[in-house]
């Protein structure tokens, strides 16, 4: 079956823009959670998503949002762009809510100039 | 609470074993194994339960010590196909007021095993 989706892969924005990214999960799976990965700070929790209602929260500014449509697709913008912005995002997704087996995506990887 | 991992990094050479170490301050629920290859996505490799077994996969396999709050895997006879980051995501036995359950990954353990 399909694996994880993001789109985009790449992309490239500078400060002060506003990015949206799209994850679509795998068939079945009704979580969605967000990650950030960069250098040396592994994967930071952004938040998750599970039948259309955000479950929980990392550390991230408001700057940071998502949402996530009736088919379980989901996705993150971030506005106002800031340098630490750069960074891959991952999307990972789940049967359940909560600590369970994940299944990533490949990433969008956010540069910021 | 991040999950402090160690090493940061190891390299190795074929057929050697390795040991990463995952510790966390807060009590634990359950501990999870992720590895990651360079360009890739993360993968899941294995999860152990507060009160269960050591789990093994292969000749990796890993151990949950509940008083410690402390997991190991341990990686032998490796193989190139083992070279990654790996990453520990634990999941505390207590939330917070508010809270749902959650998965926090540690800053990772880069696993570099050559010819």
């Known amino acids: 079956k399909a694996g994880v989706t993001q789109t985009p892969r790449y992309l490239i924005k500078t400060r002060g823009q506003q990015v949206t990214l799209s994850c679509s999960p795998i068939?079945?799976?009704?979580?969605v959670s967000w990650y950030q990965q960069t250098p040396g700070q592994g994967l930071q929790f952004l938040f998750e998503y599970f039948s259309e209602t955000q479950r929980n929260k990392g550390n991230f500014p408001g700057r940071f949002s998502g949402r996530q449509f009736s088919n379980s697709r989901s996705e993150m913008n971030v506005s106002t762009l800031e340098l630490g912005d750069s960074a891959l995002y991952l999307c990972?997704?789940?049967?359940?809510?909560?600590?369970?087996?994940?299944?990533f995506g490949a990433g969008s990887r956010l540069t910021v100039l | 609470q991040q999950p402090v991992q160690s090493p940061q990094a190891v390299i190795l050479r074929e057929g050697e074993d390795a040991v990463i170490n995952c510790s966390s301050s807060k009590a634990l629920y359950s501990v999870h194994w992720y590895r990651q290859k360079h360009g890739e996505a993360p993968v899941f490799l294995m999860i152990l339960l507060k009160g269960g077994e050591q789990k093994g996969h292969d000749k990796i396999s890993a151990s949950f010590n509940e008083k410690k709050q402390q997991s190991s895997l341990y990686l032998t006879a490796s193989q190139l196909s083992y070279s990654g980051t790996y990453f520990c995501?634990?999941?505390?036995?207590?939330?917070?007021?508010?809270?749902?359950?959650?998965?926090?990954f540690g800053s990772g353990t880069q696993l570099t095993v050559l010819p």
């Open positions: 990972a997704s789940s049967l359940k809510s909560g600590a369970n087996v994940l299944t």
């Open positions: 995501g634990t999941e505390e036995e207590k939330l917070t007021s508010g809270s749902a359950r959650q998965l926090t």
């Open positions: 068939s079945g799976h009704r979580s």
